[in-house]
């Protein structure tokens, strides 16, 4: 009988070990469930009710070698505080040939400051720990170009304002307010050591020493690293993957609190207690639209700019037109309240000319912004017959669209 207990407990411990650990396998490899619950918080909403996520993803695979493979990442965020436009920003990372893959190499960036600990001193031999701080680059198949636009790309593009390590982008987080972000880059390395990628060992030796370093290269909190790992999760993910994702990359940034009070911006930890709810908004449930395609890009259409290799017309496909954009960070809405009356009394017509006072504050940004015009014919009351808008008063501007509105006859009833 004792013999029999000793058996059933011990059969009774094994099967309640074996519990213990599916329940632990089960606790630790499942996703964080109150990503369920939580709200989106990549996805923005502007001043107008336009929403869009604060970063979007796009990947050809190139799995019929059809195209080219092609990786892009398109940041949208404010131009102010008022939230009243978004501005876009794009990197795209594409094979050099239909044959060709994506890859990175190791930039060791020198103005990083490397950390050497000395192990062992033996007579002149010197045996060192070498700590080092990295970013990726292209590889030797692969090419990189800057996209942005003040319009998502609808009509206005440009590739000046390139992201960068100091870019930085003013977003909203939902119940949080505005928050203007930046890189890390190295100011923070313990995050670092969680991207550790590389370790070799290397030597250097003179007349008088020796030194054999034994060096570990790890990620700096900077866009190519964001980059990297989004192409990592991406790659991996099937074809027709086309939603929202989770992605947990929120502390590469430092955050800048607005304080619509004072009108100016304070850096907040978001480790601190008071600020638990901004920290887990942006570790835990930052989310961004990935969409993942089979096939290889073939036309500049493709792309989330509408652009390949810099060309809006990129064509592998036969005839093929893409389209003209304007460059400009802004699209400004101009109405007939913009524009001054002037009458020809002799032929009965009048025309419209952009304001003095309009050109005098905006022409010194005339390179940095795009006009939308719409002209209402029904809001000027005038018996002349309207001949057009002076184009030369226009002068310098980028005009994306002229449309006129004619005249509606009243009913009489």
Same mark, same amino acid.
């Given at each position: 009988?004792?013999?029999?207990?000793?058996?059933l407990?011990?059969?009774?411990?094994?099967?309640?070990?074996?519990?213990?650990?599916?329940?632990?396998?089960?606790?630790?490899?499942?996703?964080?469930?109150?990503?369920?619950?939580?709200f989106?918080?990549?996805?923005?909403?502007?001043?107008?009710?336009?929403?869009? =996520?604060?970063?979007?993803?796009?990947?050809?695979? =190139?799995?019929?070698?059809?195209?080219?493979?092609?990786?892009?990442?398109?940041?949208n965020?404010?131009t102010?505080?008022?939230?009243?436009?978004?501005?876009?920003?794009?990197?795209?990372y594409v094979?050099?040939?239909?044959?060709?893959?994506?890859?990175?190499?190791?930039y060791?960036?020198?103005?990083?400051?490397?950390?050497?600990?000395?192990?062992?001193?033996?007579m002149?031999?010197?045996?060192?720990?070498?700590?080092?701080?990295?970013?990726?680059?292209?590889?030797?198949n692969?090419?990189?170009?800057?996209?942005?636009?003040?319009?998502?790309?609808?009509?206005?593009?440009?590739?000046?304002?390139?992201?960068?390590?100091?870019?930085?982008f003013?977003?909203?987080?939902?119940?949080?307010?505005?928050?203007?972000?930046?890189?890390?880059?190295?100011?923070?390395?313990k995050?670092?050591?969680?991207?550790?990628?590389?370790?070799?060992?290397?030597?250097?030796?003179?007349?008088?020493?020796?030194?054999?370093?034994d060096?570990?290269?790890?990620?700096?909190?900077?866009?190519?690293?964001?980059?990297?790992?989004?192409?990592?999760?991406?790659?991996?993910?099937?074809?027709?993957?086309?939603?929202?994702?989770?992605?947990?990359?929120g502390?590469?940034?430092?955050y800048?609190?607005?304080?619509?009070?004072?009108?100016?911006?304070?850096?907040?930890?978001?480790?601190?207690?008071?600020?638990?709810?901004?920290?887990?908004?942006?570790?835990?449930?930052?989310?961004?639209?990935?969409?993942?395609?089979?096939?290889?890009?073939?036309?500049?259409?493709?792309?989330?700019?509408g652009?390949?290799?810099?060309?809006?017309?990129? =064509?592998?496909?036969?005839?093929?037109?893409?389209?003209?954009?304007?460059?400009?960070?802004?699209?400004?809405?101009?109405?007939?309240?913009?524009?001054i009356?002037?009458?020809?009394?002799?032929?009965g017509?009048?025309?419209l000319?952009l304001?003095?006072?309009?050109?005098?504050?905006?022409?010194?940004?005339?390179?940095?912004?795009?006009?939308?015009?719409?002209?209402d014919?029904?809001n000027?009351?005038?018996?002349?017959?309207f001949?057009?808008?002076?184009?030369?008063?226009?002068?310098?501007?980028?005009?994306?669209?002229?449309?006129?509105?004619?005249y509606?006859?009243?009913?009489?009833?």
């Amino acid at each position: 009988m004792k013999k029999f207990l000793i058996v059933l407990f011990s059969i009774i411990s094994c099967v309640c070990i074996c519990i213990d650990i599916v329940f632990f396998i089960f606790l630790f490899t499942q996703p964080d469930l109150k990503v369920n619950s939580s709200f989106n918080a990549g996805e923005m909403e502007d001043s107008t009710g336009v929403k869009r =996520n604060f970063i979007e993803v796009l990947y050809y695979k =190139n799995e019929d070698n059809s195209g080219l493979e092609l990786f892009e990442i398109k940041f949208n965020y404010f131009t102010d505080e008022s939230k009243s436009n978004y501005f876009s920003q794009g990197l795209q990372y594409v094979a050099s040939d239909i044959d060709k893959e994506i890859s990175f190499d190791v930039y060791s960036n020198l103005n990083y400051e490397k950390e050497d600990d000395l192990i062992k001193k033996v007579m002149w031999w010197n045996y060192y720990n070498r700590n080092e701080w990295c970013s990726f680059v292209c590889g030797s198949n692969t090419m990189r170009y800057d996209y942005q636009s003040a319009d998502d790309f609808e009509t206005t593009a440009g590739s000046t304002n390139s992201i960068d390590f100091d870019s930085s982008f003013l977003i909203e987080l939902p119940n949080s307010g505005m928050f203007l972000m930046e890189f890390k880059n190295d100011e923070h390395r313990k995050d670092c050591e969680l991207y550790k990628f590389v370790e070799d060992t290397s030597s250097e030796w003179n007349w008088f020493t020796s030194n054999f370093y034994d060096t570990t290269y790890y990620l700096a909190d900077d866009y190519t690293k964001l980059v990297y790992l989004l192409f990592n999760a991406v790659s991996s993910m099937p074809a027709g993957t086309d939603n929202s994702k989770i992605f947990e990359f929120g502390n590469m940034f430092n955050y800048y609190q607005y304080d619509e009070e004072s009108k100016t911006y304070s850096e907040v930890a978001v480790t601190g207690e008071d600020l638990v709810k901004v920290e887990d908004e942006i570790k835990s449930y930052f989310s961004i639209d990935v969409k993942v395609v089979s096939s290889g890009a073939k036309v500049s259409s493709d792309s989330m700019f509408g652009q390949i290799k810099g060309s809006s017309t990129f =064509n592998l496909t036969g005839d093929y037109v893409g389209r003209d954009y304007l460059y400009g960070r802004q699209v400004i809405s101009l109405n007939e309240e913009d524009f001054i009356v002037v009458d020809d009394e002799v032929n009965g017509s009048y025309t419209l000319k952009l304001s003095d006072d309009f050109i005098k504050f905006y022409y010194l940004y005339k390179d940095d912004i795009v006009l939308n015009i719409v002209i209402d014919l029904n809001n000027l009351d005038y018996s002349f017959d309207f001949v057009g808008v002076d184009e030369d008063s226009l002068g310098d501007f980028s005009v994306a669209e002229l449309t006129i509105i004619d005249y509606v006859e009243s009913e009489v009833a």
